[in-house]
């Protein structure tokens, strides 16, 4: 991958931070569309009740199924960059994306002046009269509507699944209508299948295409495919959306973050053969020396146009250089009944294979084709690694050795964009967390696009995956019958699209949503969906028996408790799901924490609340096109709830501000805090120095310390670098030790303060980071001994000290 995939250079990181006149829109217009001749449509069974109705959260939708974009031919696949890197566009497949500027028209009350009686979804509609919204973009960043955060209350009266403003008007359930026209690709409107597909919307939609009615779907952060083959046709078409900011769906999206409305991800159309592979489940099974196994594709073939005919569907892994390691094929018949077939197909006696780890995160590439004859008519591919998780004795394993997750809780927040995150910032949060130590995310608490699970497979990353379910406010939603649909629903369509990701080890079933029978029926979903394969599922409910989790699992809790825990909590490892809260000057007590993680025989790891501060910039400068940042001073006006309406919820002013808790800056640059936590989060102990003898501990689970590491050390007298020089770090295997003599020549004395400060540093250029970059650093203080020998303070009252004043301890971020 090129260069600016990996970084972020100065002109790339900084530009969206001071202009958003590009996005910029002014207020709600009140010209209608222009009404012209009418056009036969079909019957829309879409009624608003269905937005104020829990068991009605979906109409049309195709089932969910793992992400694959296809393509007509093996070679076209492999000539595309999204084969390497599948979270870049894809620019030679049957594809086609439809972000990009669209019409727009904003409506402040969803039961008065809706665009509906304006038939904007016509196909013949005329909607020049529209100012134009990027899409992917929440309309609160270009100056539609208020920005609303809220941690616990909702935006509107708390009585499911109705949707009713406060009193004092605040928010009545504003409506975006959205339209843009494309050109279908040449060939797509005969033999083929067509899908729409949106990765995102808050909170509810209602598609149309040309005219006809496509179908419905609630869930801010659920992937939507609708069929439109027979609704396209050749040459110009167009879409439109109806966007409701709220719906009974939103009672379950009271996560602790800003709300906003609008088509915040990626909106695209897909082709394939009438008669096609619609998922593909990928499974492995590995020795106990983990480099030996075998490989099991499940295939479903879809026949919705119940066509005869016969397939021949073949496998092939590639290694993580791209060679081919083997093949396999089966035929496959499919009669005028036959809506659905599944296929599985093997690939045994692997030998040779080289697992997958956050340390080491080797990638094979699973290619699927499907033929008729000879001639292939779909190719798409994923990337796999083998891999096992495994819970015994109350601690976790991967691939047989024990390991710490070294976590962070994550939004999705941009402080120009909203909640649309663009690939170059999704980069730039994966290789900060990579430089910092960071191995592990909970995707708090929402599922990501499917393109930041690539990132965490391709650089390394381990994943809790968890389901956009938190009633934080409502508790009584989880063990009420009529909802369970919807938790599930929201649950499976996470575990579909994303269980083939070697980076998700765990399954979230939500967050911060009491208990009940609809977790039950999530946490056996679950289950059910991923037999054969490790599935091992979270839900910090521990105070609810917890019947539905795998792990005992906290949230805050102080030094005292956690002691507590140290041979794990309900029998079960504990997790601590949400720790070391980061706002203002925090994590200074992070140290305490991994000391006792590290010493137990049942604590498996944690993660920070948060990762980024949630500000986002002041929208009125954005809708005025005014400069995002102080020109005199450099500072960003970002904004917080503080800034905008307050909510009468009875949570007013408290949480103003509480979005503000995160280790990096909302604009992605490094802290003093991100140094804490890359210093405590390091694979490495400096265990002593003394007589110029060093004593290095490895932490790594699978990594010896000198295949990717070397050491430099660098001698300061009053401050100021006397001596630098580096050695190679002998062969340390994990959870071994080593000494390591430092030739170091200045002499000390007692006329100065002398101290040497090591570095670990890469050997060689990553994905992530560049050749040297510095992993784990540590400083000791040299004296005079009588026969010239240095020593150094015992490390723990080092730390003491550094506890009460941070002002000696060098690190570098």
């Given at each position: 991958?090129?260069?600016?995939?990996?970084?972020?250079?100065?002109?790339?990181?900084?530009?969206?931070?001071?202009?958003?006149?590009?996005?910029?829109?002014?207020?709600?217009?009140?010209?209608?569309?222009?009404?012209?001749?009418?056009?036969?449509?079909?019957?829309?069974?879409?009624?608003?009740?269905?937005?104020?109705?829990?068991?009605?959260?979906?109409?049309?939708?195709?089932?969910?199924?793992?992400?694959?974009?296809?393509?007509?031919?093996?070679?076209?696949?492999?000539?595309?960059?999204?084969?390497k890197f599948p979270w870049l566009t894809p620019k030679h497949a049957n594809y086609l994306l439809l972000n990009g500027k669209w019409k727009f028209h904003y409506t402040a009350d969803w039961k008065q002046g809706k665009p509906e009686k304006d038939d904007f979804w016509a196909d013949n509609a005329d909607v020049s009269s529209w100012k134009e919204l990027q899409v992917p973009l929440n309309w609160e960043m270009a100056g539609y509507d208020v920005p609303v955060y809220n941690n616990v209350g909702y935006p509107f009266e708390n009585k499911p699944p109705f949707i009713t403003a406060f009193k004092d008007n605040f928010d009545k359930n504003p409506v975006g209508s959205y339209r843009r026209n494309f050109n279908l690709p040449e060939g797509w409107e005969t033999?083929?299948?067509?899908?729409l597909h949106f990765d995102g919307a808050c909170s509810a939609i209602v598609v149309w295409v040309n005219g006809k009615y496509a179908g419905y779907s609630q869930g801010a952060n659920t992937d939507a495919d609708f069929d439109v083959t027979n609704l396209v046709r050749k040459g110009d078409n167009n879409v439109s959306v109806r966007v409701y900011r709220w719906s009974d769906g939103s009672y379950l999206e009271g996560q602790d973050?800003?709300?906003?409305?609008?088509?915040?991800?990626?909106?695209?159309?897909?082709?394939?053969?009438?008669?096609?592979?619609a998922d593909h489940y990928i499974t492995s099974a590995l020795n106990k020396d983990y480099t030996s196994g075998n490989l099991n594709v499940d295939l479903t073939i879809a026949n919705a146009a119940k066509e005869k005919s016969e397939k021949t569907l073949e496998i092939e892994l590639l290694d993580p250089q791209g060679?081919?390691?083997?093949?396999?094929?089966?035929?496959?018949?499919?009669?005028?009944?036959?809506?659905?077939?599944n296929c599985r197909l093997s690939i045994d006696n692997l030998t040779g294979l080289k697992a997958w780890t956050s340390e080491q995160p080797n990638l094979y590439t699973v290619i699927v084709r499907q033929k008729a004859g000879d001639q292939e008519e779909m190719v798409f591919s994923t990337k796999y690694g083998f891999r096992e998780v495994t819970i015994k004795d109350k601690l976790v394993y991967v691939n047989g050795k024990r390991v710490f997750f070294k976590g962070v809780n994550t939004q999705d927040i941009h402080p120009l964009y909203g909640h649309a995150i663009d690939v170059e910032t999704m980069l730039r949060d994966v290789i900060l967390m990579k430089q910092a130590n960071v191995n592990t995310v909970r995707t708090s608490h929402y599922p990501r696009q499917a393109k930041m699970y690539a990132m965490f497979d391709y650089y390394g990353l381990y994943c809790m995956n968890e389901a956009d379910v938190e009633c934080h406010n409502n508790h009584s939603l989880s063990n009420n019958p009529t909802w369970r649909a919807t938790y599930v629903d929201r649950t499976e369509r996470m575990v579909l699209r994303d269980r083939n990701h070697p980076s998700v080890v765990f399954w979230s079933l939500g967050n911060e949503s009491g208990g009940g029978d609809n977790f039950q029926a999530t946490y056996d979903k679950i289950k059910e969906l991923l037999p054969g394969r490790d599935a091992w599922v979270h839900y910090e409910g521990y105070k609810h028996g917890a019947k539905y989790s795998d792990f005992g699992s906290d949230m805050y809790p102080r030094i005292e408790v956690v002691k507590k825990?140290?041979?794990?909590?309900?029998?079960?490892?504990?997790?601590?799901?949400?720790?070391?809260?980061?706002?203002?000057?925090?994590?200074?007590?992070?140290?305490?924490?991994?000391d006792l993680i590290e010493a137990s025989t049942g604590i498996t790891g944690g993660?920070?609340?948060?990762?980024?501060?949630?500000?986002?910039?002041?929208?009125?400068?954005?809708?005025?096109?005014?400069?995002?940042?102080?020109?005199k001073t450099g500072l960003h006006y970002y904004t917080s709830g503080y800034d905008y309406t307050k909510m009468n919820n009875g949570y007013r002013g408290f949480q103003g501000d509480f979005m503000s808790n995160g280790i990096i800056t909302p604009g992605r640059e490094w802290t003093a805090?991100?140094?804490?936590?890359?210093?405590?989060?390091?694979?490495?102990?400096?265990?002593?120095?003394?007589?110029?003898?060093?004593?290095?501990?490895?932490?790594?689970?699978?990594?010896?310390?000198?295949?990717?590491?070397?050491?430099s050390y660098e001698v300061l007298r009053n401050g100021v670098s006397v001596e630098k020089n580096q050695v190679a770090i002998p062969s340390v295997l994990p959870d071994k030790t080593c000494d390591i003599n430092i030739p170091y020549t200045t002499a000390?004395?007692?006329?100065?303060?002398?101290?040497?400060?090591?570095?670990?540093?890469?050997?060689?250029?990553?994905?992530?980071?560049?050749?040297?970059?510095?992993?784990?650093?540590?400083?000791?203080?040299?004296?005079?001994?009588?026969?010239?020998?240095t020593s150094v303070a015992d490390p723990t009252s080092y730390r003491k000290t550094m506890a009460s004043c941070q002002l000696s301890r060098r690190r570098a971020s």
């Open positions: 991958m090129k260069q600016k995939h990996l970084f972020w250079g100065a002109a790339v990181a900084l530009t969206f931070l001071f202009s958003a006149s590009a996005i910029a829109q002014p207020r709600h217009t009140k010209k209608k569309v222009k009404k012209v001749v009418e056009t036969k449509v079909d019957v829309c069974p879409f009624t608003d009740k269905w937005v104020e109705d829990e068991t009605k959260f979906e109409d049309r939708k195709e089932k969910a199924h793992a992400t694959f974009v296809p393509y007509s031919s093996t070679a076209t696949m492999q000539k595309d960059d999204y084969f033999g083929k299948r067509v899908f973050m800003w709300h906003l409305g609008g088509i915040h991800r990626d909106v695209y159309l897909v082709a394939t053969p009438k008669t096609f592979v060679k081919s390691v083997a093949k396999q094929s089966a035929q496959v018949a499919m009669t005028a009944k036959d809506a659905q077939k825990q140290m041979n794990g909590l309900n029998d079960k490892p504990y997790f601590i799901c949400e720790y070391a809260h980061a706002m203002g000057q925090a994590v200074g007590n992070l140290q305490e924490y991994w993660c920070i609340w948060d990762w980024v501060d949630q500000g986002i910039y002041d929208t009125r400068r954005i809708r005025k096109g005014l400069p995002l940042k102080d020109p805090k991100l140094t804490e936590v890359k210093y405590v989060y390091r694979d490495v102990n400096f265990e002593s120095f003394y007589s110029r003898v060093l004593t290095l501990k490895n932490k790594c689970a699978f990594t010896n310390l000198a295949d990717i590491y070397d050491l000390v004395d007692d006329k100065a303060e002398y101290v040497i400060t090591f570095s670990l540093i890469l050997k060689k250029a990553t994905s992530w980071s560049k050749q040297g970059y510095m992993m784990a650093q540590q400083q000791f203080k040299l004296s005079a001994e009588n026969a010239g020998s």
